[in-house]
C-alpha cells in the first residue's frame, strides 16, 4: 500500500519558517516526482514545487521563489519543503502528491497527474 504523510505544519508568525516533510512508503521513490501543492480557503489548488527524484530537477512558482526549497532525502523516501520568510497569503493546507515517471515542468504547465496524494498538513502564517 502506497502512503504518503505529511507532517511540519503549524502556526507561525509572519516571517518566520517551517519545514514541511512527505513521507513516502510503498512506492520505487527513484520513480516519481513528488510535488507540493497547498489549497487555501475559497481558493483553488495551486502547484507550489516539485522535484524529480530520478535527476534532481526542482520547480517554483514564482510567488515562492527564493524563500522555499525543496529537497530528496532517497533514503529516507522523504521529501522536504523548507518554508522560510513566510507570509500570511502562505497560509493554507500543504499537500504531496506522487506521479511516477513525472517531471517537474508537469507543474509548470498544469499537467500534474498525481498518482497518489498525502492527507495534508495545515500551515498558518500571523501577520
Known amino acids: 500500500e502506497v502512503q504518503l504523510v505529511e507532517s511540519g505544519g503549524g502556526l507561525v508568525q509572519a516571517g518566520g519558517s517551517l519545514r514541511l516533510s512527505c513521507d513516502a512508503s510503498?512506492?520505487?521513490?527513484?520513480?516519481?516526482?513528488i510535488g507540493w501543492f497547498r489549497q487555501a480557503p475559497g481558493k483553488e489548488r495551486e502547484g507550489v514545487s516539485s522535484?524529480?527524484?530520478?535527476?534532481?530537477?526542482?520547480y517554483y512558482i514564482d510567488s515562492v521563489k527564493g524563500r522555499f526549497t525543496i529537497s530528496s532525502d532517497n533514503a529516507k523516501n522523504t521529501v522536504y519543503l523548507q518554508m522560510n520568510s513566510l507570509k500570511p497569503e502562505d497560509t493554507a493546507v500543504y499537500y504531496c502528491?506522487?506521479?511516477?515517471?513525472?517531471?517537474?515542468?508537469?507543474?509548470?504547465?498544469?499537467?500534474?497527474?498525481?498518482?497518489?496524494w498525502g492527507q495534508g498538513t495545515q500551515v498558518t502564517v500571523s501577520s
Open positions: 502528491s506522487a506521479e511516477r515517471f513525472g517531471t517537474t515542468a508537469a507543474m509548470y504547465y498544469g499537467r500534474w497527474e498525481a498518482d497518489y
Open positions: 510503498g512506492l520505487k521513490f527513484e520513480d516519481y516526482a
Open positions: 522535484i524529480n527524484n530520478a535527476d534532481g530537477s526542482t
